[in-house]
T-cell receptor, first 114, second 113 residues
Framework: DAGVIQSPRHEVTEMGQEVTLRCKPI?????LFWYRQTMMRGLELLIY????????DSGMPEDRFSAKMPNASFSTLKIQPSEPRDSAVYFC????????????FGSGTQLSVL | DQQVKQNSPSLSVQEGRISILNCDYT??????FLWYKKYPAEGPTFLIS?????DKNEDGRFTVFLNKSAKHLSLHIVPSQPGDSAVYFC????????????FGQGTTLQVKP
């Protein structure tokens, strides 16, 4: 099992540019989560999907952020336009359908917006 | 409005001694708690969990204690090893079916040889 795969590992962009982060969950997992890690707030949940449907996007900071899950094996998190305060590590995680199943995280995307 | 708080950003202990990491929560609806460990340039990995019907869960060198009345949990590592040096995140869930976890800010543990 390859685990949760995220790309790119690092992204450096200029303010105002569009950024797209990608995630491939573990095969067979039916829930997918996007988290953002910052020093001040730790790991913040941005949005999560169940069976490809967005369930809770209350953590998405602004309309500049959007996420999609077109199928069970792929999700994107897009920031348009990006701002320096968006600089953080973005993690994707997936989970099977059982009770109290744990989350499996990808290695993250380190985003730097200059 | 941080529902899960880890008030100690860092902790340093000597190899072989006990490490105690603390976590407080505010939402009484949380019924499942977890600890994740994170090494640099890697994603968090699951370490240990506890249900609200228990007050202790042990797995080898790792023990998690839950005090529901105080809304407090702690992770004990005995004995601490240099390989335990990492960031530890506390997490809580209020709905076991959704898997939605609320994480704290993390505590960086350094175990000195």
């Amino acid at each position: 099992d390859a685990g949760v795969i995220q790309s790119p590992r690092h992204e450096v962009t200029e303010m105002g540019q569009e950024v797209t982060l990608r995630c491939k969950p573990i095969s067979g997992h039916n829930s997918l989560f996007w988290y953002r890690q910052t020093m001040m707030r730790g790991l913040e949940l941005l949005i999560y999907f169940n069976n490809n449907v967005p369930i809770d996007d209350s953590g998405m900071p602004e309309d500049r952020f959007s996420a999609k899950m077109p199928n069970a094996s792929f999700s994107t998190l897009k920031i348009q336009p990006s701002e320096p305060r968006d600089s953080a590590v973005y993690f994707c995680a997936s989970r099977g359908g059982g009770t109290n199943e744990k989350l499996f995280f990808g290695s993250g995307t380190q985003l730097s917006v200059l | 409005d941080q529902q899960v708080k880890q008030n100690s950003p860092s902790l340093s202990v000597q190899e072989g001694r006990i490490s105690i990491l603390n976590c407080d929560y505010t939402n009484s609806m949380f019924d499942y708690f977890l600890w994740y460990k994170k090494y640099p340039a890697e994603g968090p990995t699951f370490l240990i969990s506890i249900s609200s019907i228990k007050d202790k869960n042990e797995d080898g060198r790792f023990t998690v204690f839950l005090n529901k009345s105080a809304k407090h949990l702690s992770l004990h590592i005995v004995p601490s090893q240099p390989g335990d040096s990492a960031v530890y995140f506390c997490a809580a869930s209020g709905n076991s079916n959704t898997g939605k976890l609320i994480f704290g800010q993390g505590t960086t543990l350094q175990v000195k040889p």
